[in-house]
């Protein structure tokens, strides 16, 4: 085929997941240096790429406004109109990174010459794609995504840089002089995840503070997003640490992480902002594998006591509560943190 005018990638969500899709959108942009590239990016998570210079557009996919469209007529028209504007746009290569049912439709509609995705795409999402990309699961996730790019026969540059706004870097400086951090060393703590499988223990996190002072840290501060709150009562309320959780936008998140000295995360999206932003972290592992879904190429900066040779077993079963992160120690994590640190 031709070298394509336009391309798209599809990766609407999670917020992690976008954050380590950038290595694509860096090598489409990187061989095809006159094509505009676009990227259907769930609404709320559009700053994440925004500011990214090899992004034409992010098209904002308003998925809560759209949800359960078939029970609608109103909403229902107002979808139909969203994807006819896919097709519209006469994509010439399209690139699935999601590999479900929504995204697989999306490529569909695009109509485009090429649309690529994974051969064993989830809910018959391959059913929209004309080049099926064979690739095995047991690869780092974002290894697995550049994958897609093969029936492109391009070179892949795995570069995971992510961009802050301008904005946001303004209004960090404002609100880290209000916060006594514009002149301090700080290390950012994100101890919020949406399971609780992920969470490393919330009063061991406040036993990391006294630690991290005496390294030489001035101020913790501590991000998460809306509705997490409940999940760090204990911890603000027991220490000196700034509180952000809920009370920022992901592309302030982001500005806050790129100035910190430090980043330590539970297996969430604050921590490939961290990797995407070339700043230091330890990341806490439990039930998820971090050869697989950790940070990319910085596998020296986890912490992880269960072993998958122990038993298989699912983030998402209820069951497990925090047990497996509860096998980290806070000795395990300051350990961590010194070498990373004597790394840097």
């Known amino acids: 085929m031709a070298e394509p005018k336009r391309i798209l990638i599809i990766r609407p969500s999670a917020l992690g997941d976008v954050c380590r899709s950038v290595p694509v959108l860096a090598s489409l942009a990187r061989a095809f240096p006159d094509a505009a590239i676009d990227w259907v990016v769930r609404d709320s998570y559009v700053d994440a790429i925004r500011s990214h210079p090899a992004l034409h557009e992010a098209i904002a996919f308003p998925r809560s406004r759209l949800g359960g469209w078939w029970r609608n007529p109103k909403t229902a028209a107002e979808t139909w109109k969203w994807f006819r504007g896919l097709r519209h746009r006469e994509y010439d290569v399209?690139?699935?990174c999601q590999g479900l049912g929504r995204s697989g439709l999306m490529t569909a509609v695009t109509g485009a010459a090429m649309r690529i995705g994974h051969a064993d795409a989830r809910e018959f999402a391959w059913l929209g794609y004309n080049e099926r990309v064979r690739s095995s699961m047991q690869m780092h996730t974002v290894d697995r995504m550049l994958s897609l790019l093969e029936p492109l026969g391009i070179e892949i540059i795995r570069d995971m840089r992510l961009y802050v706004g301008s904005g946001d870097t303004q209004w960090w400086q404002q609100q880290s002089a209000q916060r006594e951090c514009a002149s301090s060393q700080y290390v950012v703590l994100a101890p919020t995840a949406r399971w609780e499988s992920k969470r490393w223990?919330?009063?061991?996190?406040?036993?990391?503070i006294g630690p991290l002072t005496d390294?030489?840290?001035?101020?913790?501060?501590?991000?998460?997003?809306?509705g997490e709150e409940p999940q760090v009562e204990s911890l603000v309320a027991d220490s000196s640490a700034v509180n952000l959780v809920g009370d920022v936008t992901i592309g302030q998140t982001m500005a806050v992480?790129?100035?910190?000295?430090?980043?330590?995360?539970?297996?969430?999206?604050?921590?490939?902002?961290?990797?995407?932003?070339?700043?230091?972290?330890v990341a806490?592992?439990?039930p998820t594998n971090p050869a697989l879904v950790g940070p990319y190429r910085k596998q020296d900066s986890v912490v992880r006591r269960y072993d998958d040779a122990d038993g298989a077993v699912h983030f998402k079963d209820r069951s497990l509560g925090d047990s497996l992160m509860r096998l980290i120690d806070v000795s395990d994590v300051l350990?961590?943190?010194d070498t990373v640190l004597g790394e840097r």
């Open 94 to 96: 399209v690139v699935d």
């Open 257 to 281: 992480i790129e100035q910190a000295a430090l980043v330590i995360a539970n297996d969430s999206a604050p921590l490939h902002m961290a990797v995407g932003l070339d700043v230091p972290c």
């Open 215 to 226: 390294r030489g840290f001035e101020r913790c501060v501590v991000i998460g997003a809306p």
């Open 335 to 337: 350990e961590r943190v």
């Open 201 to 208: 223990p919330i009063q061991r996190w406040t036993e990391l």
């Open 284 to 286: 806490l592992f439990g």
